[in-house]
């Protein structure tokens, strides 16, 4: 390695404070503090080598009043937001009054009018029209009634929207399973028989249909009507339209085609009144699992942050954030040393790429943007005043602002869908779909390439933009690692830098030496395997970011810190990075048990057992873009 390298390299392991202009005591004092937090969540009854997650987190539970940091930072953003809406800030405002006032009506509402849904209701609040016309159930936001109908953008052009159509997700049957307890709220058996008998056949249905991989077809509407008895008004009050020249302009991708030509042809010949029964409990159901199960101010921001995203970023955004800029510029710094390293990655070619590959993954490398905060790039105030200008909240019935919630979401999703060459503005483009609990981890979309760091993450403990590189790198570094390395797993290297769907991406997906990567991932047995890819190549990343290509730590003495005594450099960044997983250990549902995630990370990374004494295993690590260990000798940079 040459001089001027060495010398980048540990200029970045070093806590530069004059480049800050930042007081050193307010340095000193956030890495204390991080340190510190660190030592509380110990659990020295186990050793690193065995269980590291237990290590690093065991003692979290005993330490905090949180269920994990999410929960900390998560509860941060509200108090602040909580603070704004009961206060006077922005009522005099002139650049987005009307938005301000719709927010602070549905905040009003949610923490002032208790009348909740939770609890066995009376059989006819099912059936009135309280909830929703039954014809009108996708305008009204309830969707996975029969079918899943969403808005994204064409495989092939990512900036052109159009409809996908499927069979509802198998989660759907949490909700069949509430409505059939309501049904069983009838007396009359010969009414809710119906139901009972629609909800069968259809799970029925899905069962015999549903296959891993279906195939996808592309089709107009006329198409679509002549291979599915889809009625003509199902889309007149989905999309506004009426007549079938409108809805020819649309593209459709359908997929299950088998199950919903199966599912309409018996919906045709249902009956009407059992039908529209299960239709309107399932819309019950909907606004029951939406609205908050513990109505408090806290409670009411959280709900507000998924389903008002726009409105709560905003807010946030121009009134409480502070350090945009100087966030920003750190996480450019973080995903610049990631990028570069990738690049190393790519000069080895551990995966035998061709010449043609390696320039694809090159262009999609170089093409990672990062995004802070879920707001479209548009800054005029006259955007965020009327964006949810059709809706209409009051401040004194809150189930009814969610209806109209519900239903506006719907609304800003299809806007534009019949207009000529329907494309995506990406002026306008933000991510409004249709979660229950808004995200606060980063993200990464394949169709824009981009990683969304949302601006509630950005709070200590998980970051801060004075902390010491060392904090930001292992745990920012390595979740943005994350992200970014799902640009290239099995289904994001199939996207282009565009993100468009590439044969070149499909090449690289069926070559022998990534298929074997990838089988190396396989064990232990994994709830997602992308996941678990984009974990071990994240933080396998995010370490040689921060300490050069084959670090071997068993060649170095460590000067301590001045934060930190006990721990050496490497050993701290592991701890660093686990605190992102501490916590009470969560249901299993999109990735890994967090603790398994954690040690079967660090399993993987070959450093790990040298950081911390451990008996060094002869098995193999999974390593997938990273180039093999004799290709790196004499790189080692010491922090």
């Known amino acids: 390695m040459n001089r001027a390298s060495l010398m980048g390299s540990l200029l970045l392991l070093c806590c530069c404070l004059?480049?800050?202009?930042?007081?050193?005591?307010?340095?000193?004092?956030?890495?204390?503090?991080?340190?510190?937090?660190?030592?509380?969540?110990?659990?020295?009854?186990?050793?690193?080598?065995?269980?590291?997650?237990?290590?690093?987190?065991?003692?979290?539970?005993?330490?905090?009043e949180y269920v994990d940091n999410f929960e900390r930072v998560?509860?941060?953003?509200?108090?602040?937001?909580?603070?704004?809406?009961?206060?006077?800030l922005g009522e005099n405002d002139t650049l987005a009054p009307r938005l301000i006032g719709q927010m602070r009506l549905y905040y009003k509402a949610c923490t002032e009018d208790m009348r909740k849904l939770h609890g066995n209701p009376r059989p006819e609040e099912l059936v009135n029209h309280w909830t929703v016309h039954p014809k009108k159930f996708l305008v009204d936001g309830l969707n996975g009634v029969?079918?899943?109908?969403?808005?994204?953008?064409a495989a092939n052009d990512s900036m052109r929207w159009l409809v996908q159509i499927k069979m509802p997700d198998p989660a759907a049957r949490y909700s069949d399973l509430r409505v059939l307890q309501l049904m069983r709220l009838y007396e009359e058996e010969w009414y809710t028989w119906g139901v009972f008998e629609l909800v069968e056949k259809m799970h029925q249905l899905q069962d015999e249909y549903r296959a891993?991989?279906?195939?996808?077809?592309?089709?107009?509407?006329?198409?679509?009507?002549?291979?599915?008895?889809?009625?003509h008004s199902f889309f007149i009050e989905l999309l506004g339209g009426n007549h079938t020249e409108e809805f020819d302009r649309l593209t459709f991708e359908v997929s299950d085609v088998e199950y919903l030509r199966e599912c309409f042809r018996f919906l045709r010949d249902f009956a009407r009144d059992p039908k529209d029964t299960y239709i309107r409990a399932r819309q019950y159901v909907l606004v029951e699992e939406s609205e908050p199960r513990e109505r408090n101010p806290r409670s009411c921001i959280h709900h507000m942050r998924a389903y008002l995203p726009l409105g709560m970023n905003y807010i946030y955004d121009r009134f409480i954030y502070q350090n945009r800029e100087q966030d920003a510029?750190?996480?450019?710094?973080?995903?610049?040393?990631?990028?570069?390293?990738?690049?190393?990655?790519?000069?080895?070619?551990?995966?035998?790429?061709?010449?043609?590959?390696?320039?694809?993954?090159?262009?999609?490398l170089k093409g990672?943007?990062?995004?802070?905060?879920?707001?479209?790039?548009?800054?005029?105030?006259?955007?965020?005043?009327?964006?949810?200008?059709?809706?209409?909240?009051?401040?004194?019935?809150?189930?009814?602002?969610?209806?109209?919630?519900?239903?506006?979401?719907?609304?800003?999703?299809?806007?534009?869908?019949?207009?000529?060459?329907?494309?995506?503005?990406?002026?306008?483009?933000?991510?409004?779909?249709?979660?229950?609990?808004?995200?606060?981890?980063?993200?990464?979309?394949?169709?824009?390439?981009?990683?969304?760091?949302?601006?509630?993450?950005?709070?200590?403990?998980?970051?801060?933009?004075?902390?010491?590189?060392?904090?930001?790198?292992?745990?920012?570094?390595?979740v943005m690692g994350h992200e970014m390395n799902h640009a290239f797993e099995q289904e994001g290297i199939l996207f282009e830098a565009a993100g468009n769907e590439s044969p070149v991406g499909l090449e690289?997906?069926?070559?022998?030496?990534?298929?074997?990567?990838?089988?190396?991932?396989?064990?232990?047995?994994?709830?997602?395997?992308?996941?678990?890819?984009?974990?071990?190549?994240?933080?396998?990343l995010a370490y040689d970011s921060f300490f050069g290509l084959d670090h071997d730590s068993r060649k170095f003495e460590y000067r301590p810190y001045a934060f930190e005594r006990q721990f050496t450099a490497p050993q701290l960044f592991h701890l660093s990075y686990a605190q992102f997983f501490?916590?009470?250990?969560?249901?299993?549902?999109?990735?890994?048990?967090?603790?398994?995630?954690?040690?079967?990370?660090?399993?993987?990374?070959?450093?790990?057992?040298?950081?911390?004494?451990?008996?060094?295993?002869?098995?193999?690590?999974?390593?997938?873009?990273?180039?093999?260990?004799?290709?790196?000798?004499?790189?080692?940079?010491?922090?």
């Open 18 to 64: 004059v480049a800050l202009l930042i007081p050193i005591q307010a340095l000193v004092d956030i890495n204390v503090a991080t340190a510190n937090d660190i030592h509380s969540n110990l659990n020295r009854t186990t050793s690193p080598c065995t269980n590291f997650w237990n290590f690093a987190c065991g003692g979290f539970s005993s330490a905090s």
């Open 74 to 88: 998560e509860d941060q953003f509200a108090s602040a937001m909580v603070e704004f809406m009961e206060s006077h």
């Open 146 to 153: 029969f079918i899943d109908e969403r808005v994204d953008v």
């Open 212 to 231: 891993q991989n279906p195939l996808v077809y592309t089709w107009s509407y006329s198409e679509l009507r002549r291979q599915i008895p889809i009625p």
């Open 329 to 364: 510029q750190k996480l450019q710094e973080i995903l610049s040393n990631l990028k570069a390293t990738f690049g190393k990655y790519l000069d080895a070619n551990r995966l035998q790429l061709t010449t043609d590959q390696l320039a694809y993954v090159r262009a999609k």
């Open 368 to 478: 990672i943007q990062i995004r802070i905060g879920n707001l479209p790039e548009e800054k005029s105030p006259e955007f965020y005043n009327n964006h949810y200008g059709s809706a209409n909240f009051t401040r004194t019935n809150f189930l009814a602002n969610l209806l109209e919630a519900l239903a506006l979401r719907t609304r800003l999703q299809n806007a534009g869908l019949l207009e000529r060459d329907s494309r995506v503005d990406l002026r306008h483009y933000y991510v409004n779909d249709n979660v229950r609990k808004a995200r606060t981890s980063p993200f990464y979309e394949n169709e824009r390439n981009t990683i969304t760091v949302p601006m509630e993450f950005l709070q200590w403990p998980l970051f801060d933009h004075r902390q010491h590189a060392i904090f930001q790198h292992s745990l920012v570094g390595a």
């Open 508 to 540: 690289i997906r069926e070559s022998q030496a990534f298929r074997d990567a990838i089988k190396c991932a396989e064990q232990p047995p994994f709830v997602s395997l992308k996941e678990r890819l984009a974990d071990l190549n994240g933080l396998q």
């Open 582 to 639: 501490c916590g009470s250990l969560p249901p299993v549902i999109a990735h890994d048990r967090d603790d398994e995630r954690v040690n079967v990370s660090v399993g993987n990374l070959r450093q790990f057992a040298y950081d911390f004494n451990c008996e060094t295993s002869h098995s193999t690590n999974c390593e997938m873009w990273r180039p093999r260990e004799e290709a790196n000798s004499n790189r080692n940079v010491h922090p």
